[in-house]
């Protein structure tokens, strides 16, 4: 008796009309109730596993029109450029010019990426690193890293605005305003200043504002102190005869 001969041409007529299409649905157009048979006729067609849904959608690389990100979308399932949920995500990290956190990543991907995140992690491929009390997902290139982290924190830190995106300049120019305002106050000021903001970050925030302020953290806390017990010093900013010293005026003789 001859074997069955299944032809790959009715999966590509399926998925053409249908665009995606789960394995039993496969199966069934196949005629056939084995898996293997079913992958074995898919691979010459480049077939795609969706990363949502556990992988249980499929389609064809010649049907997705990937976005930007590399991803695409039918019917709820999500595709992507890159394969698999852990190699999108990996990806997404890599080429992040501020790296991720879990709900950053997982809005982008519209699926929850928290175990994917720490499997990349137990695996070395992800590195992480905690900023504003949270871990921030970053390459694992120690250069690249570097300045994601640099870019993170000047997003991060911005005292005046709860919402980043509604600044109407870059986030590097603001930073540079904040330094410059930070460099026109006195040493208490500067230390008042500093505990301030670092109460508003909450954990985290004495070594995220010494960082960015390039500041002792024992300074920070000592500021952040100093606000909380009301011990300030309110009379006098700086010592007697400190300052510019008055100049004469000249009297036209």
């Known amino acids: 008796?001859?074997?069955?001969?299944?032809?790959?041409?009715?999966?590509?007529?399926?998925?053409?009309?249908?665009?995606?299409?789960?394995?039993?649905?496969?199966?069934?157009?196949?005629?056939?109730?084995?898996?293997?048979?079913?992958?074995?006729?898919?691979?010459?067609?480049?077939?795609?596993?969706?990363?949502?849904?556990?992988?249980?959608?499929?389609?064809?690389?010649?049907i997705a029109s990937f976005d930007d990100h590399g991803l695409w979308s039918h019917a709820d399932a999500w595709f992507s450029r890159f394969g698999t949920?852990?190699?999108t995500a990996e990806r997404f990290v890599h080429r992040s010019p501020r790296g991720y956190f879990a709900d950053e990543l997982a809005s982008l991907l519209h699926v929850q990426v928290q175990d994917a995140l720490y499997q990349l992690t137990q695996q070395g491929r992800v590195s992480r690193q905690i900023v504003s009390a949270r871990y921030l997902y970053t390459a694992t290139?120690?250069?690249?890293?570097?300045?994601?982290?640099l870019a993170r924190r000047t997003v991060e830190f911005l005292p005046t605005v709860l919402d980043a995106s509604?600044?109407?300049?870059?986030?590097?120019?603001?930073?540079?305003?904040?330094?410059?305002?930070?460099?026109?106050l006195d040493e208490q000021q500067r230390r008042?200043?500093?505990?301030l903001e670092s109460l508003k970050l909450g954990r985290g925030g004495d070594r995220q504002l010494a960082d960015f302020l390039d500041l002792d953290p024992h300074t920070v806390s000592r500021g952040?102190?100093?606000?909380?017990?009301?011990?300030?010093?309110?009379?006098?900013?700086r010592k007697a005869g400190a300052?510019?010293?008055?100049?004469e005026k000249k009297r036209p003789k």
């Open 166 to 184: 509604v600044l109407e300049v870059a986030p590097e120019e603001v930073k540079a305003a904040i330094l410059l305002f930070y460099s026109l």
């Open 1 to 62: 008796m001859r074997p069955l001969s299944f032809r790959p041409d009715a999966l590509r007529m399926l998925l053409l009309r249908n665009q995606v299409a789960t394995l039993d649905a496969l199966k069934q157009a196949l005629g056939t109730s084995v898996d293997v048979t079913v992958f074995r006729k898919l691979k010459p067609l480049d077939y795609l596993t969706s990363y949502s849904h556990r992988g249980r959608y499929y389609t064809l690389r010649e």
């Open 192 to 195: 008042l200043y500093a505990g």
């Open 141 to 149: 290139d120690p250069a690249s890293q570097r300045r994601q982290l």
């Open 224 to 237: 952040r102190f100093q606000l909380l017990s009301q011990d300030v010093e309110v009379d006098r900013a």
């Open 85 to 87: 949920l852990l190699a």
């Open 243 to 247: 300052g510019r010293k008055p100049v």
